[in-house]
Every structure is written in C-alpha cells, then in structure tokens.
C-alpha cells in the first residue's frame, strides 16, 4: 500500500488567508469592517503605518489580552508587520481564538515597494 505524501501535520491549511499588496488595498477599500492590526512594535508604528491602523505589538507580554479586549471576533481582522513573519504568528494565534483574518504578504515593506500610502 503506498503512502498518498509524507507531509505529516505539516500539511494542514493554515488558519488565516494571506493576500499580496494589491489584494489587501482592495480587501480593506471593499470591506469597511475590517478591523486593521498593525503588530510591529510602537516604535516601528510611530515610522510609518497604513491609514486606519492600530498598534498592537504581537511581541509585547499583553499581546493577546489587548487582542482579546479590543478586536470583535463579528468582524475581520487584516493584520501587517514589517516583513510579514510576525503578522502571521499573530494572524494563526488570532485564528485559533475564532476570529478571521488575512495577513499582508510581504508587511509594510511590500507595501511600501508598491508605493501604498503610509502615515506618520
């Protein structure tokens, strides 16, 4: 009897959606309920965010807690961070409390590539 693949737990679909910069730009201009998470440290946030964004450092000890209290689990989640490592720990943790999210592909320095408006 042969084996249908190898990949073990590793095959699992991941529990958040990724988007390139094009999709996320239209995703959040189509969807107004989107809930926009920037997780990368105050400090980053303070250089340059996408418009309409909230800080929430993934890395800061009340991470979940802040999630938790200030995200509503009846709306979408759309999170970024810099380069879009720390977006996607923070998008599977937010995926597994129930909510939906979608990750920036890429973070702010794929958006900024693009040359997507940032504010200060």
């Known amino acids: 009897m042969a084996l249908l693949g190898s ?7 991941q529990p958040y959606s990724d988007m390139d910069v094009t999709q996320f730009e239209q995703y959040l201009q189509r969807d107004t ?4 998470v920037d997780v990368r440290t ?3 946030f303070a250089e340059g965010h996408i418009g ?5 450092d993934v890395k800061a000890a009340d ?8 995200l509503d689990k009846q709306r979408p989640v759309a999170v970024y961070c810099r380069s ?3 977006s996607a720990h923070a998008a ?9 999210v979608t990750n920036l592909r890429g973070g702010i320095m794929a958006w900024q590539e ?3 408006p940032v504010e200060r």
């Open 114 to 116: 693009a040359r997507k």
């Open 7 to 13: 990949c073990f737990g590793a095959c699992a679909q």
């Open 52 to 56: 309409g964004a909230v800080n929430m």
């Open 33 to 36: 309920t989107v809930q926009l």
């Open 92 to 100: 599977e943790l937010l995926a597994k409390q129930g909510y939906k």
């Open 84 to 86: 879009g490592r720390r």
């Open 42 to 44: 105050p400090e980053e």
């Open 63 to 70: 991470f979940f807690s802040a999630a938790l209290s200030r």
